[in-house]
């Protein structure tokens, strides 16, 4: 079963724009990982944060945490065709063992528009 | 550095049968993860091999076998195959405890 929750499911905008995909999770946490999928591949790892940051920026990525919210967000910034993908948030517990033991969303698909 | 190898990339298999699918960590990786992934329950976590033994491991019955070699190297393998195996099997390493993990391209299972 999925620990979270993706939203929106499905998302779609033009080139240039921002998008931002939110993920909501459901027990505590040892860190928080974003994932994207192309059609048919595996997952390609974009960030992971820990549960004692706030915030993690990497190239036009952004992500954020709200522990006590139970939620995080992922912004990819001025978006390119080559970003059209799946987008997963993935949780792992706390401890070497739970940790190794991610629990997916279900996803969020984007498509960005030439 | 190479990434994390997957093999076969295709398999069609029936009813049944039973099937055998490999992975290739990360060099220096030791923690070995698998997933399922199908369109209706997204991504599973199937078990984790560190250090040749199994350290986590999810719901999924007893025909989900694996193990793990004194190289790092994973095998999965699935006995008397239902067509609800088919899917996408992913394996992932990661370097350490709070380090992301790294997945291969998957084996696309295909049982007729």
């Known amino acids: 079963s999925q620990q979270g929750e993706e939203d929106p499911q499905a998302l779609s905008i033009q080139e240039g724009e921002n998008a931002t995909m939110n993920c909501s999770y459901k027990t505590s946490i040892n860190n928080l990982q974003w994932y994207r999928q192309n059609s048919g591949r595996g997952l390609v790892h974009l960030i992971l944060i820990r549960s004692n940051e706030r915030e993690k920026h990497s190239g036009r990525l952004r992500v954020t945490l709200d522990t006590s919210k139970k939620s995080s967000s992922l912004l990819i910034t001025a978006s390119r065709a080559a970003d059209t993908a799946s987008y997963f948030c993935?949780?792992?517990?706390?401890?070497?063992?739970?940790?190794?033991?991610?629990?997916f969303g279900e996803g969020t698909q984007l498509t960005v528009n030439p | 550095k190479a990434g994390v190898t997957q093999t076969p990339r295709y398999l069609i298999k029936t009813r049944g049968q039973q099937v055998t699918l490999s992975c290739s960590p990360i060099s220096g990786h030791r923690s070995v993860s698998w997933y399922q992934q199908t369109p209706g329950q997204g991504l599973q976590f199937l078990f984790e091999?560190?250090?040749?033994?199994?350290?986590n491991k999810g719901n999924f019955p007893g025909r989900f076998s694996g193990r793990q070699f004194s190289n790092s190297r994973s095998e999965m393998n699935v006995s008397t195959l239902e067509l609800g195996d088919s899917a996408l099997y992913l394996c992932?390493?990661?370097?350490?405890?709070?380090?992301?993990?790294?997945f291969g391209d998957g084996t696309r299972l295909s049982i007729l």
């Open positions: 091999y560190f250090s040749e033994t199994q350290r």
């Open positions: 993935a949780t792992g517990g706390e401890g070497e063992t739970s940790g190794s033991r991610l629990t």
């Open positions: 992932a390493s990661r370097r350490g405890a709070n380090q992301p993990q790294h």
